[in-house]
C-alpha cells in the first residue's frame, strides 16, 4: 500500500509568481486536505477536497485554490506569490472527511 | 469557532520519567480528537485519536490520551520516555460545520529529553 506523496520536495518562487503543489492519496482514500505549516508553527487548515468538491475552507484568500481529481489526487495553486507563503505545505488524505488523515512528507515552499 | 491551545512551547523530561503534554480546546460540541507527532524534517504521524467511547485512548508507541468533557481537555501521556520521542506534538481537533469538515491543530509543544 503506498502513502501519501507530495511533489515537488523543495521549490523556490520569487513573489508574484505562481506555483502548484501536487498530492498523491493512499489507495482507497477519497479526501484530501491541505495545510500550511509555516516554520515554528503548527499546520493552519487551508481546505479539504472531498470526491472532487471542495469540502470547507479555512482562512486563506481566494489565491489560494485546489482541485481533486476522479482518482482523488489533489493540486494546490496559489497565485500571486507573497514573501509569507514561504512555508512547508503538507497534505493529508483519509478515508472519508471526518476520518483519521495521513499525511504526506510536504512540499517546502520558499519565496523570495 | 473551533480552537486548541497547547499551552507549554516546549518541555523537558529526562529519559524514563513520565510525560504529560496538555492539550485545551473549545468546540461547541464533542468533536474529533487528535494527537500527532513531527520528527524534524518529517510528515505528521498519528499518534492517538478520540472520536467516541471511552474516555482514555491508547495509541502507538505507548502513548495514551485521556479526553475529559468537563475540562475540556485531552492531555497525552505516557509513562516512561525514550530519547527516541523527542520531537513535536500537535494536538488537533476536527468538527463539521455547515461548509464541510474542518481540522485545527494546535501550535504544538516540542519535547526534549535529556540523557
Known amino acids: 500500500e503506498t502513502g501519501v506523496t507530495q511533489s515537488p520536495t523543495h521549490l523556490i518562487k520569487t513573489r508574484g509568481q505562481q506555483v502548484t503543489l501536487r498530492c498523491s492519496s493512499q489507495s482507497g482514500h477519497n479526501t484530501v486536505s491541505w495545510y500550511q505549516q509555516a516554520l515554528g508553527q503548527g499546520p493552519q487548515f487551508i481546505f479539504q477536497?472531498?470526491?472532487?468538491?471542495?469540502?470547507g475552507r479555512g482562512n486563506f484568500p481566494p489565491r489560494f485554490s485546489g482541485l481533486q481529481f476522479p482518482n482523488y489526487s489533489s493540486e494546490l495553486n496559489v497565485n500571486a506569490l507573497e514573501l509569507d507563503d514561504s512555508a512547508l505545505y503538507l497534505c493529508?488524505?483519509?478515508?472519508?472527511?471526518?476520518?483519521?488523515?495521513?499525511f504526506g512528507p510536504g512540499t517546502r515552499l520558499t519565496v523570495l | 469557532a473551533q480552537s486548541v491551545t497547547q499551552p507549554d512551547i516546549h518541555i523537558t523530561v529526562s529519559e524514563g520519567a513520565s510525560l504529560e503534554l496538555r492539550c485545551n480546546y473549545s468546540y461547541g460540541a464533542t468533536p474529533y480528537l487528535f494527537w500527532y507527532v513531527q520528527s524534524p524534517g518529517q510528515g505528521l504521524q498519528l499518534l492517538l485519536k478520540?472520536?467516541?467511547?471511552?474516555?482514555l485512548v491508547q495509541g502507538i508507541k505507548g502513548f495514551e490520551a485521556e479526553f475529559k468533557r468537563s475540562q475540556s481537555s485531552f492531555n497525552l501521556r505516557k509513562p516512561s520516555v525514550h530519547w527516541s520521542d523527542a520531537a513535536e506534538y500537535f494536538c488537533a481537533v476536527g468538527a463539521a460545520y455547515t461548509g464541510g469538515f474542518k481540522t485545527i491543530f494546535g501550535a504544538g509543544t516540542r519535547l526534549f529529553v535529556k540523557a
Open positions: 493529508a488524505s483519509s478515508q472519508d472527511p471526518d476520518n483519521e488523515q495521513f
Open positions: 477536497y472531498y470526491r472532487e468538491e471542495e469540502n
Open positions: 478520540y472520536f467516541s467511547g471511552d474516555t
